[in-house]
């Protein structure tokens, strides 16, 4: 029997999420349902009421509640459901925590021009380059990939918030990219390593790619 407890109901979590994501929520409510092997209850408060069934295991449940979360933070349920793969995970960043002065709202804005960027550029390059999709509101900055994907891309968030110049953080994400390309690609080989060394003349780039400038 499940007997896990989250807000106190054995076998029960609840999260609360705008009201303007309870419609949006609501309409998928039936896939969610079948994806996550739960039983979901919307109320128009905004509290989502996560049940488990008979078959479901705990990390089900859990990641139930991080699908939630990723909805109410403004990803798409196609995106929010990526956090049933193995290794995928939601980081999240406060942009208030970020800011001395809590009472000046335009440094806020200021520090979502930066990471938006013209035109959104910034935030489809962080993206592109970490490999993790982004989503920012007003308070925050919600992050879904891999682990390291995601945590590269909050890293560069961080980064843009702290006053890095974009290309500089660009840069940053370009070195991390090629590093992990490189380990991955140690990895696929390494039972046969002696073909990709050095000595034998083949160069990193023709294997991995060259990166493209941004």
Same mark, same amino acid.
Do not use: C
């Given at each position: 029997?499940?007997?896990?407890? =989250?807000?106190? =109901?054995?076998?029960?979590?609840? /999260?609360?999420v705008? #009201?303007n994501?309870v419609?949006?929520?609501?309409?998928?409510?039936?896939?969610?349902?079948?994806e996550?092997? /739960?039983k979901?209850?919307?109320?128009?408060?905004?509290?989502?009421?996560?049940?488990?069934?008979?078959?479901?295991?705990?990390?089900?449940?859990?990641?139930?509640?991080?699908?939630?979360?990723?909805?109410n933070? !403004?990803?798409? /349920?196609n995106?929010?459901?990526?956090?049933?793969?193995?290794?995928y995970?939601l980081? /999240?960043?406060?942009?208030?925590?970020?800011?001395?002065?809590?009472?000046?709202?335009?440094?806020?804005?200021?520090?979502?021009? #930066?990471?938006?960027?013209e035109? !959104?550029?910034a935030?489809?390059?962080?993206?592109?380059?970490?490999?993790?999709k982004?989503?920012?509101?007003?308070?925050?900055?919600?992050?879904?990939?891999?682990?390291?994907?995601?945590?590269?891309?909050?890293?560069?968030?961080?980064?843009?918030?702290?006053? #890095?110049?974009?290309?500089?953080v660009?840069?940053?994400?370009?070195?991390?990219?090629?590093?992990? #390309?490189?380990?991955?690609?140690?990895?696929?080989?390494?039972?046969?390593?002696?073909?990709?060394?050095?000595? =034998? !003349?083949?160069?990193?780039?023709? =294997?991995? !790619?060259?990166?493209?400038?941004?």
């Open positions: 029997m499940n007997t896990w407890s =989250v807000d106190g =109901v054995r076998g029960r979590i609840v /999260v609360s705008d #009201r994501k419609k949006y929520i609501e309409k998928y409510k039936d896939m969610l349902e079948n996550l092997n /739960v979901i209850m919307i109320d128009n408060s905004g509290q989502v009421i996560i049940e488990p069934r008979e078959t479901t295991t705990l990390n089900q449940i859990m990641k139930a509640k991080e699908v939630i979360e990723a909805l933070y !403004g990803f798409d /349920v995106t929010a459901l990526e956090l049933k793969k193995p290794n995970v980081m /999240v960043v406060n942009l208030r925590d970020y800011i001395i002065d809590k009472s000046k709202i335009n440094h806020l804005v200021r520090i979502k021009g #930066r990471l938006i960027g035109e !959104g550029r935030r489809r390059t962080i993206e592109e380059l970490s490999g993790a982004i989503a920012i509101s007003d308070k925050s900055v919600a992050i879904i990939g891999e682990y390291e994907n995601a945590k590269a891309a909050r890293e560069a968030i961080e980064m843009l918030i702290q006053g #890095r110049q974009h290309a500089t660009y840069r940053r994400l370009q070195t991390w990219r090629r590093e992990m #390309r490189r380990r991955k690609l140690e990895e696929l080989v390494s039972g046969a390593g002696s073909m990709f060394r050095e000595d =034998v !003349g083949i160069d990193w780039r023709d =294997v991995i !790619g060259e990166e493209e400038e941004y």
